[in-house]
Each structure stands twice: as structure tokens, then as C-alpha cells.
């Protein structure tokens, strides 16, 4: 570690032309010297939201206590046993038919960040409650240049009946900023990277159609004032800030790419201009953004619907034309089910993929993924029967030393799935009143 | 909240109990009877001031009335337990149902419950047992500690005002053993309060010579084995949870009495004092003449043999691939035959 005198500051951004780009954490920006005692790096916190619930059956460890092998479905996790905890028995009570009947799927996303009940219209009149990662962007979003991040792999619909009476609000989003305004994910490869490495400064209308008509590289516009500060770094950050532009680079190749290709629309799926076509791809390109973002502190706080609650995607891919929540709905035919395991397989792999990068991606004498909790979960665990207890959750990472992975803890029944929510953002110093209908926080998860 | 296509469903019962007395497991019973004549359903039953194995009773009572598989949890809430440690010791009167052996040395009772992480967290279940219904009705007869925890969650007042309509607080001459805890729910419970008292359950004896015959449609029943185990048969047991969950199911009736408003306190060694006036908790007092009509009627109750099941939701595979959906009634009429230790 090269230690200077004077601290880079942690917000330092790259500065061009109409241009801030944030960076890794560097040992530059440890405090000169505080080799001692290192400056504590920033937790991350993450959710992905699986939609349809799960082929529950090969899903939970038969045994609580330490990881042996997984079940099937989070074999692809096996090289990262010692990284994550499966956690059991989790509830989402308002996800629940209650005294209201059908809207599950709605309800199942729009209640599970929130923890409260999902006021069934289908007009603008929406009402929930700021979800979990909101009520941690309001109070540590300000030391990001973004607050938090909300990644979709699907379009995002807003307006209209998407189910039973249930507004495409709440089927479509899980991050709520208020209870009436939800966050809509950014599902567009390009939007996503231009809101993670575009402009954030105000720009001349004139100096930004030209920007846009020479279709320059964003990065482009920054190289002068990342030479400049390259010139003041140790040999380790010139290597992390090499790393770190090329893997940007790569991202920026990656979405011209995908609009370059042909962008072949599957009548079958929703998809936005510039979306890969194969949806590994897709998942990766995003993913990798978000490691990005998190590298360069651009936010600590993201959620990601892998597909929007009542998905109908298929995955050909690995053979399945059919439409994923369809097939949820197998009423016990076991070829449907088996389709239905093997979309939650290709989910985990990629998962993996994710994790393993983060876990790659250094940070201070720790990783990426030490420092961060990720949820990987869904608001219903039985998609065939519609159940919203007993879900399926994984907690990637450690939250920076505040918790021992490598385990299966089951709770009690009925334990808020909100519970867990609250521990991860009391993790980030956030302890508000109520976190949806949070009994507390989950006990035996931290080590304090 | 809006209503469902099926119309307004019956009042839900949460039960609170420590299921310490013979009356407590014969009121288990009461409440799946009433949810078998549809002027009730369970809500939830949560177990407060006893062990693991209290509440494998209470699951293996339920799956008495409700045979087959857990189907899923948007139907059935598992029942509750307050998760201290070290658990509490459980009575003596559950234990030997749950140890009950068939001739294949496998369990009696059919029961889901085996480990505590099987149970519902206490105060969670408590409150979503309300959440769940259009009305519903809470009989406390435990220590009040997760009740009162319950009312410090996330709207769970307005959620109990507005679908609570009533508590009923039972003294059962034992003690509360959590003082602060039950004054809290005295003081803060946004709906109203009835306070049954032991008089009415001394003067409402269930008589030992009736107990075969109330389960008769049963020959092997945890009901019947726990009230063999309570005491020393025959006996007659006082009726403390019988009468306050019939009060909670039939308020009108003309069995059991609400007096005027008045003030319910708790000493500090948990003893409940009720004086007339300057509160808003109503005492239940038994009519005297109408002790036996009462008795008879909830006899009626348990001695109701319950309908099948019908099934619900849709078929879910188990880990074996087959499908696990409730078998439909057998020909002679009894409950679907189910796995035992499953």
C-alpha cells in the first residue's frame, strides 16, 4: 500500500468533458498515515428478486447448521458455500390472500420489500410504504453520487391491471421511494450504464447533441483527467484504475455490441432496444454494472428483478419455450416442474457468475462481496399453490465482518421476511421504527 | 379491506394459551368444533408458558380436525410458541399424547411440528391470526408477554381495533406471570375487553362422565388422553377456557353475561382484581340457571364429528414427485387415512 500524505478523497470522480466518472476505492484514499487502522470500507447491500416462486423441493439444505452440498438448485453456489447463508422459513404475510383472493403475484412483489398491505387498484391511487432499500437510501444515500440503483430484466410497465385488480405497479416494482411512488428498475443496458458512468454534470444543450452525435465514447471524455490523476497514484491503484476502466470499457463495448447485433425481437418476451438477445447475456451485462457501480462506490444500495412477479419469459436458452409463470403452475405434471427447476438453475449459475466477480473484485484487504449482504429471494416460495411463507432466501457476503456465512439457519414459522430486511440495514447504521411488519431483527444472524 | 368473492367469513379465534389445564386442551377441541359448524374458524394458537411439546399437542389436536397434509401456509398458520430459552417445562397432561405409540412404534397423532423452527413466532402469529380475518375473537389464557409484544408492531393496533371484537382475558386462579406485560394489554388493547373470571369456570364443571362420549366419534383422540393424564379420573375439571371461547364465538347467547363497564387491574403478583365502574373492560358473569344448557351445549360441540376437508388449492408435488393433495373421503365416511410421522 502506498501511503501519501494527503487522502484521496472517497468521492473523487473523473472529470472531462461533460463527464464524472466514480471510481474504485483506492489505497490512495486511506487516510495517510492509517495504515493501523484501516479505513472501514462501505457495506453494499443488494436484493435480487426472483419472480414465480421456486421449485421449492430441491431448494432447502435438508440439514440446518453448516453448508454441506446444496440441493440442486443452489449447486451452482457450491463454490461459494463458505460466501452465503440460506436462510429458512421466512414469511411474507401481506403477500397473502388474506381476506382479498386472487392478485398473488402482485401482491408477492409489492409486499416483500415493504412488509405492509397492497391497497388493490389498478388506477393511480397506489399505496404501500418505502421498501427496505429506501429507507436506507434516505439516510446513507447521500455519500453516493446515487442514492441506489433499480435494475430490471424486464420492461417495466406502470399503468394498467396486471393482476386481479392489482395495478402493474406493484407487479413490476420492488423498490418504493414512498408509499406511492415506486422506482421504476431500469431495464435498457444503455440507460443503465449512461445513469452509472454518463453525465451528472449539467450540460450545455449544444455540447451534449454533440456529444451524442459523435457517439464518442463516454469514457473518452474522461481520459484527460484520468491520466492526470493516474500521474499522483501508486503503482497498485495505476493497477486498479486500469482494471477498473478497463472492465468499464468492456460494459461500454458490451451495450454497443448488443445494439449493433440486430436485437432479433422474440415476439414471446418483452424486450428493450439494446437488450442482448440471450438472456445469460443479458443478466451478465447487467450484473456487471452493478459490480461496477459498487467498485466505484456509485451506490451502495441496489435491487434487481431478475424478471417482474408473473414473469412470462421463456428461456430457450436451455430448451424451454414455454412461459416461466405458466409453468409454475404445473398442477403436479412433472415435465412442467422440471422446467421450472431448470429456470431456477440457469437464475443460481448466473447468480454465481455475479457473486464469484465480486468476490474477485478486491477492496482494501477484504472483497467485494465480504463487504456487501445480497438478498436472493423471492416474495413466494410455491409457485403452484401461491404460498407466501417458507421462502426461499440466500444472503450473499458478509456485511464486512458483521456476519458468518457458510450456513442454513431455519427460524421459527411466520418470522417476517422483513426481519431480515432490518438486520441488513441496521448493518448500514439505519434503525428506523418500523421495517414493514418487522418483528425485530433475525437473531443468530450477526456476530456481535 | 375489500372482500373476498366468498362473502364475509366467520369470526377467527386466536387462542393464547399456556395448555396447562385440562379445559385448555377440551377448549382446543371447542374451537375446531365451532370451525366444523362454520361459526368459527381457527385463526391461530399460539402457546405461551410451556414447551416445544405443548405445542406438538396442540398441532397433533388440530390435524385430528384437519386430516391431511399441511397444504400450504395461506391456509393453516402453524402453531405458535414463544421461543425462550431454556423453554419452559411442559405439563404434564400433553405428554402422553405426544409420546402415544401406534402398534408400528410410530406416533398415535399425526403432527408437523418436531422442532421448534416447525412452530410460528409467537407474536408474528398472534397478529397475522387477526390480519387474517374479517372479525376475530382473542382468548388470552397464558402469560400476556407476546400479546403485549404484538401491539408494538407495525399497525397492530389498528389492525386489532379494527377487526378485534372482542378480547377475553381469563383467570384461571393461576397467576400472570408477566405484570407489566398484562397491564400493558389492559391499557393499550384498542378494542373491548371482557375479563372471565375463575367463578365462572369453578361454577361450569365439565363432568369426567361425559368425556368418552363427547369424542365417541374418535376412539383415539390427544383430547381425551389429556384430560386423562390432568387428573386423577374421574374428576371433573373447571371450565375456565371452555366458557370464554364460548362467550367469544356466541357473546349472545344468554349463557355467560357481560356486566357494565369497569376497571380490570393486576396486582404485582399477578393477580386480577375486577371492580365495577371507571374503566372500560366488561366482567362475564354465568348464568346460574343456565349452567347446564351451557355445558350441554358445548358437549354438543365436541361431540360433533367432523366433516372431511374439502380441498382447496391446487395439488403440490412432494419431494418424491407425487402428488400430495388431500385424498378424498373414503367410502365409509372417515377421515382420509394419512401417513403417520410424516
Known amino acids: ?448 | 379491506m375489500p372482500q373476498g368473492r366468498f362473502g364475509k367469513p366467520p369470526l377467527g379465534v386466536i387462542y393464547n394459551t399456556s395448555m396447562t389445564r385440562p379445559d385448555a386442551a377440551l377448549a382446543l377441541a371447542e374451537i375446531y368444533g365451532f370451525e366444523d359448524k362454520r361459526d368459527s374458524r381457527v385463526g391461530a394458537v399460539c402457546v405461551v408458558g410451556a414447551g416445544l411439546k405443548t405445542a406438538i399437542f396442540c398441532d397433533m389436536v388440530g390435524r385430528v380436525y384437519m386430516p391431511g397434509p399441511t397444504r400450504n401456509g395461506n391456509q393453516v398458520l402453524a402453531v405458535g410458541l414463544a421461543d425462550v430459552k431454556p423453554l419452559p417445562p411442559d405439563s404434564p397432561m400433553v405428554q402422553p399424547a405426544v409420546a402415544r405409540k401406534n402398534d408400528k412404534g410410530q406416533s398415535e397423532y399425526v403432527h408437523s411440528i418436531e422442532r421448534v423452527s416447525d412452530t410460528s413466532l409467537a407474536e408474528a402469529v398472534l397478529l397475522n391470526g387477526v390480519i387474517w380475518q374479517a372479525d376475530a375473537a382473542v382468548i388470552l389464557s397464558a402469560p400476556a408477554t407476546y400479546l403485549a409484544k404484538s401491539l408494538s408492531l407495525n399497525n397492530a393496533r389498528k389492525e386489532y381495533e379494527e377487526k378485534c371484537r372482542r378480547l377475553i382475558i381469563v383467570d384461571a386462579g393461576v397467576p400472570q406471570t408477566d405484570v407489566p406485560a398484562i397491564r400493558k394489554v389492559i391499557a393499550e388493547w384498542p378494542s373491548p375487553i371482557f375479563f372471565c373470571p375463575k367463578e365462572v369456570g369453578d361454577a361450569l364443571l365439565f363432568p369426567a362422565a361425559d368425556l368418552e362420549k363427547a369424542f365417541e366419534w374418535e376412539p383415539n383422540h390427544p383430547v381425551v388422553d389429556a384430560y386423562n393424564a390432568a387428573g386423577k379420573m374421574p374428576y371433573n375439571a373447571p371450565s375456565y377456557d371452555l366458557a370464554a371461547i364460548h362467550f367469544a364465538v356466541h357473546p349472545d347467547s344468554g349463557f355467560i353475561l357481560p356486566s357494565e363497564p369497569g376497571t380490570l387491574t393486576v396486582s404485582d403478583d399477578g393477580k386480577f382484581s375486577f371492580k365495577p365502574g371507571g374503566g372500560q373492560v366488561k366482567s362475564l358473569k354465568l348464568d346460574p340457571a343456565k349452567k347446564d344448557a351451557l355445558m350441554l351445549a358445548i358437549i354438543e360441540i365436541l361431540a360433533t364429528k367432523p366433516a372431511v376437508p374439502q380441498q382447496r388449492t391446487r395439488p403440490t408435488p412432494g419431494a418424491d414427485g407425487a402428488t400430495k393433495a388431500p385424498d378424498p373421503a373414503a367410502p365409509d365416511g372417515k377421515p382420509p387415512v394419512i401417513k403417520k410421522d410424516q
Open chain 1, 1 to 448: 500500500m502506498i501511503v501519501t500524505r494527503k487522502a484521496l478523497n472517497r468521492r473523487t470522480l473523473l472529470k472531462g468533458i461533460g463527464v464524472a466518472l466514480g471510481l474504485p476505492f483506492l489505497d490512495a484514499m486511506t487516510p495517510a498515515f492509517a495504515a493501523s487502522t484501516p479505513a472501514e470500507q462501505p457495506v453494499r447491500l443488494a436484493w435480487f428478486y426472483l419472480p414465480n416462486g421456486i421449485d421449492m423441493r430441491n431448494w432447502t439444505p435438508a440439514e440446518e447448521g453448516p453448508l454441506g452440498a446444496l440441493p440442486d438448485i443452489l449447486s451452482p453456489l457450491n463454490g461459494l458455500k463458505d460466501d452465503i447463508t440460506v436462510i429458512s422459513n421466512l414469511t411474507a404475510n401481506w403477500g397473502r390472500p388474506l381476506l382479498v383472493g386472487a392478485g398473488d403475484h402482485g401482491r408477492a412483489l409489492a409486499a416483500y420489500m415493504t412488509g405492509v398491505e397492497v391497497y388493490r387498484t389498478a388506477g393511480a391511487d397506489l399505496k404501500l410504504t418505502t421498501s427496505a432499500d429506501q429507507l436506507a437510501a434516505a439516510a446513507i444515500g447521500h455519500l453516493t453520487k446515487l442514492p441506489s440503483l433499480e435494475i430490471g430484466l424486464e420492461e417495466a410497465r406502470q399503468a394498467g391491471n396486471c393482476d386481479n385488480g392489482y395495478s402493474c405497479a406493484y407487479c413490476y416494482n420492488v423498490s418504493w421511494k414512498t408509499p406511492t411512488q415506486p422506482l421504476p428498475p431500469i431495464s435498457d443496458p444503455r440507460n443503465l450504464f449512461e445513469r452509472l458512468f454518463g453525465d451528472d454534470i449539467v450540460e450545455a444543450p449544444a455540447a451534449h447533441a454533440k456529444r451524442l452525435a459523435m457517439r464518442q465514447s463516454i469514457l473518452d471524455h474522461a481520459l484527460d483527467s484520468t491520466h492526470r490523476l493516474e500521474a499522483t497514484l501508486g503503482g497498485t491503484d495505476r493497477r486498479k484504475m486500469d482494471e477498473y476502466l478497463t472492465s468499464v470499457r468492456e460494459i461500454e463495448q458490451g451495450v454497443e455490441r448488443a445494439e449493433k447485433s440486430g436485437m432479433v425481437i422474440d415476439p414471446g418476451i418483452e424486450k428493450p432496444f439494446g437488450v442482448p438477445h440471450e438472456f445469460p447475456d443479458y443478466f451478465r451485462l447487467m450484473t456487471d454494472m452493478m459490480v461496477v457501480a459498487f467498485k466505484a462506490d456509485i451506490t451502495r444500495i441496489s435491487t434487481i428483478m431478475v424478471g417482474r412477479e408473473g414473469s412470462t419469459r421463456p428461456y430457450p436458452e436451455i430448451g424451454i419455450a414455454d412461459g416461466h409463470h405458466p409453468l409454475t403452475h404445473h398442477m403436479g405434471n412433472m415435465q412442467m416442474l422440471e422446467k421450472v427447476h431448470q429456470i431456477n438453475i440457469l437464475h443460481a449459475k448466473l447468480f454465481a457468475e455475479f457473486l464469484t466477480k465480486l468476490k474477485n473484485t478486491k477492496e482494501g484487504d477484504s472483497n467485494l462481496l465480504d463487504q456487501s449482504l445480497i438478498v436472493y429471494g423471492s416474495g413466494l416460495s410455491d409457485g403452484n399453490v401461491h404460498a407466501h411463507d417458507q421462502l426461499p432466501t440466500v444472503l450473499a457476503g458478509r456485511g464486512g465482518k458483521y456476519i458468518s456465512p457458510g450456513r442454513h439457519i431455519i427460524y421459527q414459522r411466520e418470522t417476517p421476511v422483513a426481519n431480515l430486511f432490518a438486520s441488513m440495514i441496521e448493518r448500514v447504521g439505519v434503525r428506523p421504527e418500523h421495517v414493514g411488519d418487522s418483528t425485530g431483527t433475525l437473531a443468530g444472524l450477526s456476530l456481535s
